[in-house]
């Protein structure tokens, strides 16, 4: 059977027998599909090499590389002149030192990290009964949400003691020893499956913990489960079915960090990590009314995740306030020496938002013709109440965003998943819609490499085009899924914060996306605090989920 490849930009029909590998008439079929046109001297010219060429992708294919094998031609979000900040400044979070348990425990659901932090460093509660409070919701709504794939009982319980008996010595991490927590399930964690959400690796052992996971074990953080991803990171559909959102389990949580953002909604655990290529943070926590932040590209090793796209996969804290985002990514937020393209940078936090002196924007081309009663435009005139003076902001829709980044991660995408592709193992795999990764990755493979490495270059003129723009500010408000910018900012990867913002006339949560300067985590998250303490959405709870 004859069948279509692509590789190094020149497609060609493949059969059993070598010499039918590239002909003048293979040549002149795959030059109509790349706007290309050659003469028949210039064909002839070229079939040896070609055949030759066969040679070489068959050897490639015959390594079966594993997804975790690095690209080495490492993306870097920085550009010439970019300042990144080194000092890192004590940073001091506050944990209050009279928090009391409630007397319906079922509160503890929804305390901060904070307040949960107090109540184990002053002993009122253990490490070990608030992680059997949580396994107890997990076990209790998981099913319900299908946010759950693995209940990590035995390593929690470990973790959660060795938490007790360290506090007890006068060992204290700081404000996240002791606190449970959910991961997505792209992330290996020894112990453990990490399945990416589909069949072809739903019985997947990695004996490795990822850098993130590494992280919060050095702080004292109790993992308690592995959350469900839309398989291998697309929308919130795997092997288990639709991950729910608990403001109606009758939706979808919106995708990929789909149980991350489900179980935090719905007080499964104090918080989460997440990832996001292209919306996978800012989509779910927008559905799921909790607040996400997508980091500064580079900003946390992703050593020990699953790689969907070297140039633009992104680890990040889902939770439900921005305070205890800023305490989860201090945590976290690293390099390390597998990851080249992580970046240390100084994540200086202090809470404090003066906004009379920040320079905040609105996308006016997004906000201005929605209706007066948006909740877009509530939110520009609350931070008016709050002293802000908000520019209007032209943001240009017209530079092939969504193209650029979608052409980019399909065919890095492609790269990572090609022994799933040629294996026909994505035959097994629960979305086969044309435009779900089994289609998407056939379709990448005919993607020419010169055209990939142009996007590329383009990318980098659209980052140096967009640099005096979007870091000319210290905050952009944005709705979050609106026009092009969710695939520009994904290109110069800047970080963003997206949080919830009130109600839709549905009566599901709306969403408002704050976009920052890189490496501005700690000025964005600020921000985001001041506006949460002045409006409270955060702190309404999906009322299914309350006991």
């Known amino acids: 059977m004859k069948k279509f490849i692509l ?29 290309l046109h050659f003469t028949d001297a210039k064909r002839d ?46 940073v001091h979070f506050n944990i209050p030192d009279h928090v009391q ?41 998981g099913p319900r949400l299908h946010c759950v794939i693995e209940i990590t009982e ?22 996240l020893h002791g606190i449970p927590y959910g991961i997505k399930d792209l992330f290996a964690v020894d112990g453990t499956h990490t399945t990416w959400g589909t069949p ?23 993992l308690v489960a592995k959350l469900s991803l839309g398989e291998l990171a697309m929308d919130d559909v795997w092997f288990g079915g639709l991950t729910r959102n608990p403001w109606d389990t009758t939706r979808g949580s919106g995708g990929s960090s789909a149980g991350s953002s489900s179980a935090t909604a719905a007080g499964l655990v104090p918080f989460a990590i997440g990832t996001e290529t292209y919306g996978s943070i800012v989509d779910p926590a927008m559905r799921c009314g909790v607040t996400g932040l997508r980091p500064t590209y580079g900003s946390v090793a992703r050593t020990g995740g699953m790689t969907l796209a070297w140039s633009s996969d992104k680890i990040g804290p889902i ?16 390099a390390d020496q597998f990851d080249a393209s992580s970046i240390s940078f100084a994540f200086n936090y202090t809470g404090l938002a003066d906004l009379k002196k920040l320079k905040i924007a609105y996308i006016s081309n997004y906000i201005d013709t929605l209706p007066a009663n948006s909740t877009e435009k509530q939110t520009l005139a609350v931070l008016k109440e709050m002293g802000a003076t908000v520019i209007p902001l032209y943001f240009p829709d017209s530079l092939h965003g969504d193209e650029m980044l979608s052409l ?41 490499a010169v055209e990939y490495i142009t996007a590329c270059r383009l990318r980098y003129q659209i980052m140096k085009k967009m640099d005096p723009l979007i870091d000319g500010y210290d905050i952009i408000v944005t709705p979050p899924e609106t026009g092009d910018q969710l695939a520009i900012t994904n290109l110069t990867g800047n970080p963003s914060v997206t949080l919830p913002n009130g109600f839709l006339p549905n009566g599901m949560p709306a969403g408002i996306t704050f976009i920052g300067k890189h490496f501005g985590e700690a000025d964005l998250l600020a921000f985001a605090k001041a506006y949460q303490e002045h409006t409270g959405f955060n702190l309404k709870h999906p009322p299914g989920f309350t006991n």
């Open 45 to 90: 010219s070229m079939t040896d090499i070609l055949k030759d060429r066969v040679k070489t992708y068959d050897y490639l294919h015959a390594l079966n590389m594993s997804n975790d094998m690095p690209f080495p031609l490492w993306y870097s979000p920085v550009l010439p002149g970019m300042r990144i900040p080194r000092k890192q400044m004590p």
């Open 154 to 175: 035995d390593i929690a319980i470990r973790q959660a003691k060795k938490a007790d008996a360290e506090i007890a010595s006068g060992k204290y991490r700081g404000p």
């Open 101 to 141: 348990l409630p007397a319906d425990r079922s509160q503890l659901a929804y305390y901060s990290i904070s307040q949960l932090a107090s109540l184990i460093k002053n002993r009122k509660i253990s490490s070990e009964q608030l992680t059997r409070f949580y396994l107890d919701r997990l076990k209790k709504y």
């Open 319 to 334: 939770c439900r306030s921005a305070e205890d985002a800023a305490i989860v990514f201090y945590f976290i937020h690293g």
């Open 7 to 35: 590789l190094l930009g020149t497609m060609y029909l493949f059969t059993a027998n070598a010499q039918d590998t590239a002909t003048i008439s293979q040549i002149v079929s795959a030059e109509k599909m790349f706007g």
């Open 200 to 222: 072809p690796y739903k019985d997947q052992l990695i004996h490795q913990t990822a850098f993130v996971a590494a992280q919060l074990q050095q702080a004292g953080a109790v």
């Open 408 to 448: 980019i991660i399909g065919a890095e995408s492609a790269a990572a998943f090609d022994l799933l592709t040629r294996s026909s193992e994505d035959d097994e795999m629960v979305q086969q819609n044309k435009d779900r990764w089994p289609n998407t990755f056939r379709t990448s493979r005919f993607v020419p």
